[in-house]
């Protein structure tokens, strides 16, 4: 059996290119006792891969060319050489890109339910855990205050609004288009939401956020952090999820103002996190997700490429901000 991979060519210098990849066929693992063999059904495209090209995610380790490039799948058991799973099974598994990988069984997600296995990326994949646990453990939300988010129409950012709105606070988003932020309000509730890009932005923030902020989930670093530094609230929160805006560099830009002095002056408490450290409330917190999909409380944006060789296009396009909502590439039926 063939097996198409995407590998890392080259690392980036300067900005992500589709020529920093290249496709190879190679012949397709055999598992051994204890693993399963699985088929890619579908790719999630994520922005914290740039990261792990660039060295600065701790969790990717060093980044190196002549790899599989790495990535969450959706995927179907072919073969299994463990009693936990059968073929036909769905599972989703860091597969990469690629049409076939070989997996321990425990490091395995089985895919429950019907409907699109590609939600197990999103809404009940990491995406929609990241703005769970980033929201609720890290951020403490409490029903009356005023939630900022950026990337907030990207695929953590919008489950991130939404769930703010869910649990009672007023949000606002911050995104890369006057299209995505109208989206935003007329589609997910947002009660506001403002474009980074025009130069008006400190201005058109103050205005949309006439009683401070309480809790900001960053996404993005960089200069929307500089502008939300200013519009804390005593006591507030900031949750730092990521920091898109130096991702696709070589020559990431130092913090913004204001820290330490604001976070003294106004008690702020500045938090990270990483989605894995809440492995133990997964299953919880994918039923309770799930009922506000089957509810329609929560809406969930799926943005989609067709064909494992239109993985490299795709996240380049996402670090431009072409997504809208969670991008996935399909690769199997
Ligand atoms: N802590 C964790 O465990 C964890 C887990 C998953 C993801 N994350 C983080 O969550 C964030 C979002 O990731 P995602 O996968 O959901 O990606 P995403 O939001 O779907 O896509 C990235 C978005 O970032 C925006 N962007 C790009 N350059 C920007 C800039 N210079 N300034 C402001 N916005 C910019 C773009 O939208 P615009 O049109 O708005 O520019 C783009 O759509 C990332 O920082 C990622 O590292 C963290």
């Known amino acids: 059996m063939d097996n198409r991979q995407i590998l890392i060519d080259s690392l980036p210098q300067g900005e992500l290119r589709e020529s920093n990849y290249t496709l190879a066929t190679t012949k397709a693992p055999q598992p051994e006792n204890g693993q399963v063999l699985c088929r ?38 072919v073969a299994s050489y463990d009693p936990a799973y059968k073929e036909g099974d769905l599972v989703t598994c860091p597969a990469g890109w690629q049409d076939y990988s070989v997996h321990e069984a425990r490091a395995l997600t089985r895919i429950e339910g019907s409907g699109d296995p590609a939600r197990y990326l999103s809404a009940l994949g990491n995406s929609g ?38 649990a009672g606070m007023k949000t606002v988003g911050v995104a890369g288009s006057d299209e995505k932020c109208a989206r935003l309000v007329s589609e997910l509730k947002f009660n506001g939401a403002i474009n980074y890009k025009d130069g008006g932005f400190r201005a058109n923030l103050k205005e949309v956020t006439p009683d401070g902020v309480d809790l900001y989930f960053d996404n993005t670093g960089g200069d929307v952090l500089g502008s939300a530094l200013f519009r804390m609230n005593e006591n507030g929160r900031i949750v730092c999820c990521g920091v898109v805006s130096q991702y696709d560099t070589s020559n990431p830009a130092p913090g913004p103002k204001g820290v330490p002095g604001l976070l003294v002056n106004k008690r702020l408490r500045m938090q990270g996190f990483l989605v894995f450290d809440h492995i133990k409330q997964y299953s919880q917190a994918r039923s309770e997700i799930a009922g506000w999909l ?33 991008r996935i590439v399909r690769v199997a039926e």
Do not use: C
């Open 40 to 77: 890619t059904l579908a790719i999630a495209i994520e922005a914290g891969s740039r990261a792990g090209l660039q060295g600065s995610a701790s969790y990717a380790g060093a980044p190196k060319s002549g790899i599989v490039m790495n990535g969450h799948a959706a995927a179907r058991v």
């Open 294 to 326: 089957d509810s329609g409380e929560l809406i969930a944006w799926q943005d989609e490429f067709d064909g494992l060789e239109s993985a490299p296009r795709a996240l380049v396009d996402l670090l431009a901000g072409g997504n809208t909502g969670k």
């Open 129 to 166: 855990l990241t703005a769970y646990f980033g929201l609720f453990n890290v951020g403490q939300p409490q029903a009356g205050e005023t939630l900022l988010v950026s990337a907030a129409a990207g695929a953590v950012g919008h489950f991130v609004g939404q769930m703010g709105r869910i």
